[in-house]
């Protein structure tokens, strides 16, 4: 037999032996626990890469794909938590931040400075800003919801709004006053025979001039928010707007209790507040 033909044959049988040695070992590979494998005809060995970061539904698992000639396998390992980034919101820094914004209480002489959301017969009245023990505000004003912190700042807010309310209530009041005065004359200014009556009241009464019901304080101040009624209703209804005297037109004698009993013609005092008074004359007519 030819040598070349005795080599050929040689080569054929130990291309076949190694094919075989291939498959067997191919078939008898380890086996791990925790991989997948996948067959593969031939992938070029590669250095194991990272693919993919922590999804939500599972943040501290990341997944590792190895590459190797006989195929791929993926594995997982768990991840140290990442601490927040500087400047990351959480839970802490906005329970700081939410607290930071509420009132800081304002003391003075071992007590906190509050404002009343209800009258109390023994603290004052609504709107007043006080200063109570923290026992006090804690265990009685707070838990019935009948004050609250109050902080420098909206004291010095409500001061103004304050001010501005008692100079608007002042201009309505002297409005009163010149309309008063216009309607009969300013018992002030002008001589008393030529004073002029600003109102009139109409009453039943006897032959005599007596009165069969007095003619007080409340009937006055009705009488006044019937004939002036163009003044807006919270002139009459403030609380300094009162009588202050009622007196006889001639001799000036006073009027005991302000109430009048007999017709006539009577000098009244009359206060609408903030400091502003007036005086008219008011007259009692027979039905």
């Known amino acids: 037999m030819p040598a070349t033909v005795m080599l050929q044959r040689l080569a054929l049988v130990l291309a076949i032996t190694a094919q075989l040695q291939h498959e067997t070992s191919a078939s008898r590979s380890p086996s791990y626990p925790s991989t997948t494998y996948a067959k593969a005809s031939f992938i070029p060995p590669a250095a194991p890469s990272s693919v993919g970061w922590p999804s939500a539904a599972n943040p501290q698992r990341v997944m590792h794909r ?4 006989y195929g791929t ?11 927040k980034k500087a400047g990351g919101a959480s839970a802490s820094s906005s329970t700081s931040s939410s607290n930071s914004t509420k009132t800081k209480p304002v003391s003075k002489n071992g007590k906190i400075q509050v404002v009343l959301l209800k009258s109390d017969p023994d603290l ?3 709107g007043d ?4 023990s923290s026992a006090i505000f804690q265990n009685t004003l707070k838990r019935n919801g009948k004050a609250r912190l109050i902080s420098e700042e909206e004291v010095a807010k409500l001061e103004r709004e304050k001010m501005e309310a008692e100079e608007e209530m002042k201009a309505k009041a002297l409005d009163a006053k010149r309309l008063i005065e216009e309607s009969g004359g300013s018992c002030n200014t002008i001589p008393e025979g030529d004073r002029g009556v600003a109102l009139a009241i109409v009453r039943k009464a006897g032959p005599e001039g007596n009165l069969f019901a007095r003619v007080n304080p409340k009937i006055i101040m009705d009488e006044l928010k019937d004939k002036f009624a163009s003044l807006e209703s919270d002139v009459w209804d403030a609380k300094g707007v009162k009588l202050l005297g009622v007196k006889e037109f001639e001799g000036g004698d006073e009027v005991k209790k302000m ?8 000098i009244v005092d009359l206060t609408l507040g903030k400091g502003v008074d007036v005086t008219f004359v008011m007259e009692i007519l027979a039905e």
């Open 66 to 69: 190895i590459a190797t000639g």
């Open 73 to 83: 396998y993926t594995d997982t390992i768990a991840l140290r938590a990442r601490p």
């Open 124 to 126: 004052g009245q609504t």
């Open 129 to 132: 800003v006080i200063f109570v």
């Open 259 to 266: 109430d009048v009993k007999t017709v006539g013609k009577y």
